[in-house]
């Protein structure tokens, strides 16, 4: 059967119902942004914390400087990381980058708000957010020599590693 014995109203169906096919499919088709954040206005100084000589909190990373005066003094913060995806996101890593040479006498880590760990792998829910709780700490295990070497304005930055679950 040849194009000219089908009709063209038939054409014209066809061609219809094709193009409403094409439209609900275009339209079916979701898109997936990632959208994992600190949420700036979610930050609060743990009560017996020293406070920073500044601290800047962007999307994506948190930069910090801390003076530390005596050993086992300690910077510590929670804020929320927000996932305003609309898929889970897992945690790669959470890293305290020392941008300092000498920051070797600083112990750091990440937890969640209710003391448990991070780790890689962790889930975060599509539109949902988990309270960190950053902790840096000057060392209080260290020798006179590493006290004389140490220095006490240390920089650091916390950059959020979330990928597609």
Do not use: C, W
């Not at 949420?39 to 743990?46: A, G, T």
């Not at 909190?57 to 927000?82: H, L, S, T």
């Not at 070797?104 to 991070?118: A, D, E, M, R, W």
């Amino acid at each position: 059967m040849t194009l000219r014995g089908i009709g063209m109203k038939k054409i014209f169906s066809i061609i219809v119902v094709l193009l409403i096919i094409l439209v609900i499919m275009i339209l079916s088709i979701k898109t997936y942004e990632l959208n994992v954040y600190y949420d700036d206005s979610s930050y609060k100084i743990n009560e017996h914390s020293i406070k920073p000589n500044s601290i800047k909190i962007y999307k994506d990373n948190i930069y910090f400087d801390v003076d530390f005066k005596i050993p086992g003094e300690y910077y510590e913060f929670n804020v929320n990381i927000v996932n305003d995806s609309n898929m889970d996101v897992k945690l790669e890593d959470v890293v305290i980058v020392k941008l300092d040479k000498e920051s070797n006498l600083i112990k750091s880590y990440v937890t969640y708000f209710n003391g448990k760990p991070t780790k890689k792998g962790d889930i975060l829910k599509a539109n949902d957010s988990i309270k960190y709780v950053i902790h840096v700490e000057y060392n209080s295990d260290i020798s006179i020599e590493d006290l004389n070497r140490m220095p006490t304005d240390i920089n650091l930055s916390i950059p959020i590693n979330y990928i597609q679950a």
